[in-house]
């Protein structure tokens, strides 16, 4: 038989199998044509040979001239940690994503209503005697049309085209959206600004913090900025818009800017507020919708109550604790997926690594052996071995963890499109977990291997190896 029948092998074996066919059986005994390297690449770095003796020296050259031999092992913890990574980036966005959007609303049920009856608003008012309710909020919204001037230096940075308009019969309309907010929790919002009540009754507090994005390389960025450049004490001048398409006149000193918002209006706005107080509750038609916000102990209980109280209305209760409960349900299911996905394929990749790493040691008994014949100590034999793990581990980890960091980004470029706002964080838990498990894995594996050598007798080992 002259050569290896190839046609009937896989592919993955057909380029090792007419390779070793070409191989003659003394070649293939001695292994002679294994290590084709010249002696300048040999050469070993001054500092390996100062910090880490003759073992280094040894381990450092049995890399360079056995990369093949290695390359398996190499691979196998570069896709390990890579995909762990990258899952973990993918696990911890996603919860992330639902504690950002649970968290953005300060309460945890809401219902909107238009009802304005006397018998309605006293359902209205029992509600927060009942118990676990811990805040409510009646808010009632419209928006202030005007012409501005006095925009912020960050928002013309990324609106420049805000201003060149030289028609006088073209006048670029502006908005602010107004919450009238109850009695009760602007009070409360104006104590927690250092405000009193009677201060600012009559006046309004601008929340003039938006999101808005700018461009950048590859794409746009959420940015958080001030739109305007009011301060307290200057005036805005408007028209507030009616249901009957009508506008009235409306003028308001501004008492207070501020990021902080008060209790049921989103922490996420991408257009500045107007919070004025129940006074100016006139401002809007008895069509308007009215708001409700609720903050309970005990969501789900409230929630049946609101629905026994309002089941002869037409009234939709958005129930946000319930749909976090869901989402992070979900979420956890792709989790146990995703790690047991991640689980299955680190253990086919420790099952590589031990293969590959024992039977290395195990081709190696002779080298091992004729090193302790000519009088290498057990001490630096053991160092000589922690040397090679420790640079096994290295060369994977400088691949395998910026592979990792690029493909998280890339997962969290995918899934952070929408709109709510989730800075990018380098898995840094997950990197550190990755670099202790290689390091123990490589380490009791290699100890394993070399346990089982010491076991073989040094002349016998060498006598075998020269039959």
Known sequence: MTGVQTCALPISARKSARKASLVSPISAIRSSNDIKMPAKKMKTPFYIKKLFGIGGDISYKNLKRSKKKYRTTIVSVVICVAIFLALSSFVELAFSTIKVNYQSS??????????????????IRKIPSWEGIKRISNIFYSSLEFKSDRYSKEYMEIHPEIGKETDTDLEDMDYLRIA???????????????????????????????????????????????????QAGDTIKGKVPLYDEKRIDFEIEICKVTEKVPFGISNYNYDAVLVLSEAYKELITD??????????????????????????????????????????????LIAI???????????????????????????????????????????????????????????????????????????????????????????????????????????????????????????????????
């Not at 238009?114 to 006293?122: A, P, R, V, Y």
């Not at 708001?291 to 409230?302: A, C, E, L, R």
């Not at 290689?438 to 009791?444: A, E, Q, R």
């Open 337 to 467: 997926f995703l790690y047991g996905f991640i689980t299955v394929i680190a253990l086919i990749g420790v099952t590589n690594i031990f293969n590959t790493i024992t039977t290395n040691m195990n081709l190696r008994r002779r080298e091992f052996a004729m090193l302790k014949s000519i009088g290498m100590t057990k001490k630096e034999f053991y160092r000589m071995i922690r040397l090679e793990s420790f640079f096994y581990g290295i060369k994977s980890l400088l691949i395998g963890i910026p592979i990792g960091c690029v493909l998280s980004y890339l997962i969290y470029k995918a899934l952070s499109s929408g709109s709510v706002i989730i800075r990018y964080h380098l898995p840094i838990m997950a990197i550190f977990i990755s670099i202790l498990a290689v390091f123990v894995l490589i380490f009791v594996i290699m100890r394993y291997s070399i346990r089982k050598i010491n076991h073989q007798n040094t002349i016998e080992t060498i006598r075998n190896e020269n039959i």
């Open 287 to 332: 069509s308007t919708v009215s708001n409700v916000y609720i903050d309970s102990s005990q969501p789900n209980k409230t929630f049946e109550q609101l629905e026994e109280l309002f089941k002869e209305e037409n009234i939709f209760i958005n129930n946000i604790a319930e749909s976090f409960q869901m989402m992070n349900s979900f979420y956890t």
């Open 180 to 230: 009238i907010v109850d009695f009760k929790e602007f009070e409360r919002y104006a104590k927690s600004l250092g405000l009193s009540y009677e201060q600012v009754k009559t006046k309004g507090i601008l929340i003039n913090t938006i999101f808005d994005y700018k461009s950048s390389t590859g794409g746009s960025v959420q940015v958080e900025i001030p739109k305007f450049s009011y």
């Open 106 to 123: 300060d309460y945890n049920l809401s219902f909107s209503y238009h009802n304005k009856e006397e018998d309605f608003q006293e359902k």
